[in-house]
């Protein structure tokens, strides 16, 4: 988007693009192609009808569904009416679902067709619903969201929307407690993108022949934060209901993608593919990864098979995505900087804080703090949460654990509750789970703490081994030795099938860590 422009909030970028760029592509979805007028006018439909069913602005609607160019074109709709969207996590239990629905007072609830069976069973726990309308149809019941939309004009409506008023509510994903709205602004989004464009970096160059693939899903920053850039781009998104290994193969073959985000589970989950050699990836750019760390070995298979740039991302909900990035001319075998998460992006400030809130000289593990205009507005009706995060400063404090190199590279430790005290050393699970990753045999693992009567805590992996292969105890104690230093290596090992995850994916530590810690009056030693 040209600075001449210069939109004031996302809904102005929608209106842009639809002069600009009419009818290009802007979505696929399944075979149904929208282009950017129709997106436009679709999503004038959609803000009227909000309007015209009563929601206000500044009011909340939900969203229960997978990904789809519905989501996108309502999440456009209600920035177009100043109402904001809460997309749910369709991983999460029924009652968990039934939180986020009534803690956001939506006014009302869209829901996609694998969950309307559910949503029958908890309308009696959403008292704030005004009304359901079902994505795809199957509920007689309810309106079907297509005759809601088009029994609206397509005219704008032309609702005031400050850069300063909230696009999207985010609902994080916690071990502990319930899920907290973070408030993602237009300004947070806008800022993301002019922050040091005359200094963009080539991988962050996007052209109108870019194809992108949005298969992470919507209710994390990763689906909805990268399906936005389609349309601040000019570029073509191609959305995947969800996320399926063998059918992102057949995108790049069919859709011949040019970008795209993923974890590196799901990398791995497609690497491993039996046909993932044989598909054509010469139309590839960059692969973006991010939001857990990454084995060395995985990333050295996917560099080798993609054969494309690759840039590691580090941000998270609060900060609207991605603020470091480790661009492709340093992912390099043998170089220390793989192991960092990279350097702050043009217009974020990164600083490594001690205890106290002061800052940390290179290379001292501290809590990593970002300020930087992508921060988010706050959590929906959690003002002391959202002090304990974000200072008056606008210093954000990310809970991570880490430190910073000479050259201003950031390399994660670990998330600050995770650490562990053992004989006065503080450990850190992720630099024992990244050297207990290099064994070759290993498939996952998680270190916790575990009270020990001479050290206080001891590091305890839990371990998963690959199928069908084997090994002791000390063979893992053993092979860690040499990867890192002697008090770090774990002290025990159990082994199990799976590791326990909550429904974004993450590693439930609590889970594997609570049974060592009954009848302690507190979890630490």
Request: glycine share 8%; proline share 6%.
């Amino acid at each position: 988007m040209s600075e001449q422009t210069e939109p004031a909030n996302l809904a102005d970028v929608i209106r842009a693009q639809a002069k600009t760029r009419g009818d290009e592509i802007l979505y696929e979805f399944e075979g149904r192609i929208t282009s950017f007028a129709q997106f436009d006018a679709h999503t004038n439909r959609i803000a009227r009808a909000l309007a015209a069913s009563g929601v206000k602005p500044n009011e909340r609607i939900a969203y229960l569904g997978k990904n789809s160019d519905i989501y996108f074109e309502l999440w456009a709709g209600a920035m177009k009416a100043n109402v904001v969207i809460a997309p749910v996590n369709w991983r999460l239990a029924g009652p968990e679902i039934a939180y986020i629905v009534e803690d956001c007072k939506a006014a009302i609830l869209f829901v996609g067709p694998e969950f309307v069976d559910q949503v029958r069973g908890l309308t009696d726990q959403i008292p704030s619903v005004r009304a359901i309308i079902t994505t795809e149809g199957g509920a007689p019941e309810w309106q079907d969201f297509a005759q809601w939309r088009d029994a609206q004009p397509s005219d704008d409506p032309q609702v005031a929307v400050a850069p300063s008023d909230i696009a999207i509510q985010l609902y994080t994903s916690g071990t502990t407690g319930k899920p907290k709205g973070a408030m993602l602004s237009h300004a947070n989004f806008l800022s993301l993108v002019r922050a040091g464009r005359d200094n963009t970096p080539e991988w962050n160059i996007w052209s109108s022949d870019d194809v992108s693939l949005i298969a992470m899903p919507v209710f994390h920053i990763g689906g909805s934060g990268w399906g936005m850039m389609s349309i601040y781009h000019g570029a073509k998104g191609v959305i995947a209901r969800e996320f399926d290994p063998t059918k992102v193969l057949d995108f790049f073959e069919q859709a011949k993608i040019t970008k795209l985000f993923m974890v590196p589970a799901a990398m791995q989950f497609v690497v491993r593919q039996p046909r993932a050699r044989e598909v054509d990836f010469s139309r590839l750019k960059y692969m973006l990864y991010g939001a857990s760390p990454i084995p060395a070995a995985l990333l050295k298979e996917c560099i080798d098979v993609f054969k494309c740039g690759f840039v590691q991302m580090y941000g998270m909900t609060e900060t609207t995505g991605t603020i470091v990035a480790l661009p492709p001319e340093d992912h390099v075998e043998g170089l220390e900087r793989m192991r960092s998460a990279g350097k702050a992006l043009p217009g974020v400030e990164i600083a490594i804080l001690d205890p106290d809130g002061k800052p940390l000289p290179p290379r001292q593990v501290g809590e990593i703090a970002t300020r930087s205009g992508s921060n988010m507005a706050g959590y929906w009706n959690l003002p002391e949460a959202t002090k304990k995060t974000i200072d008056g400063d606008n210093w954000l404090r990310t809970g991570d654990a880490g430190y910073m190199d000479e050259d201003g590279y950031v390399y994660i430790h670990d998330r600050i509750k995770d650490m562990i005290i053992s004989g006065g050393e503080n450990i850190y699970p992720a630099e024992v789970e990244s050297a207990i990753c290099d064994h070759p045999d290993v498939a996952e693992v998680a270190v916790v703490g575990v009270p020990d009567d001479q050290w206080g805590e001891a590091v305890k992996a839990v371990v998963v081994m690959k199928p069908g292969k084997e090994a002791t105890a000390q063979d893992i104690i053993g092979f860690t030795r040499t990867r890192i230093a002697g008090f770090k290596t774990p002290k025990s090992i159990d082994f199990i099938p799976a590791l326990p995850r909550n429904a974004s994916g993450k590693i439930l530590r609590r889970h594997l860590r609570d049974p060592y810690w009954t009848g302690k009056d507190r979890q630490v030693n």
